[in-house]
């Protein structure tokens, strides 16, 4: 009884704290007017008949606060992943001198930060909604092993417990949507 306990415990630990890294890379696609290589990190290029991921054709990096590089490791590449960038609508015009793609970074208007301040919100209401329902099934799980015998002074504390984990998270996602709308409402 105690071993399935624990593991209905750490199964929700594990799936909060994957909801957490989820939301971690969906607000890291939010551009805040800083330039982030993580805006590109969706972006398939046609690479010899085949979609693959922008990182795996080209080097990606950022020389300054406005402006991403893509180096491609394939010269002939560089039409193609030009054409990528301006076909994923990311609202990025892309700069091309033979060699080297430079992006830059546009700064952003106080409509478009509201925007995507709302955006970050509503993802984070997304991953909060995804650590409410990891609680509410561990607590069934729980519920379920009272009515194989376990007792239910130790129900009512394997629920608090998971209460207790479901409440970090949802604190730690606030926090991480304050930090992410700081940094885009941030001229």
Request: proline share 5%.
């Amino acid at each position: 009884m105690d071993e399935e306990l624990e593991l209905i415990m750490d199964e929700a630990k594990e799936q909060m704290g994957k909801a957490i890294e989820h939301l971690d890379y969906e607000l890291g696609k939010i551009r805040a007017g800083k330039a982030n290589p993580r805006v590109l990190d969706d972006i398939k290029v046609e690479s010899y008949g085949a979609p693959t991921p922008l990182n795996q054709v080209a080097n990606v990096s950022v020389p300054d606060p406005r402006t991403i590089a893509v180096k491609p490791w394939d010269k002939s590449m560089i039409g193609p992943i030009e054409k990528a960038i301006m076909a994923a609508n990311l609202g990025l015009n892309p700069d091309n001198n033979g060699e080297i793609i430079r992006i830059m970074i546009p700064p952003l208007t106080e409509e478009r930060r509201r925007d995507l301040a709302k955006l970050a919100k509503r993802t984070c209401e997304d991953s909060k909604i995804a650590v409410r329902n990891i609680r509410r099934d561990a607590i069934e799980e729980i519920k379920k092993l009272k009515k194989d015998g376990l007792g239910e002074d130790i129900q009512k504390d394997k629920e608090a417990e998971v209460q207790k984990i479901h409440d970090a998270h949802i604190k730690k996602i606030d926090e991480m949507y304050a930090v992410k709308e700081k940094d885009i409402m941030t001229v």
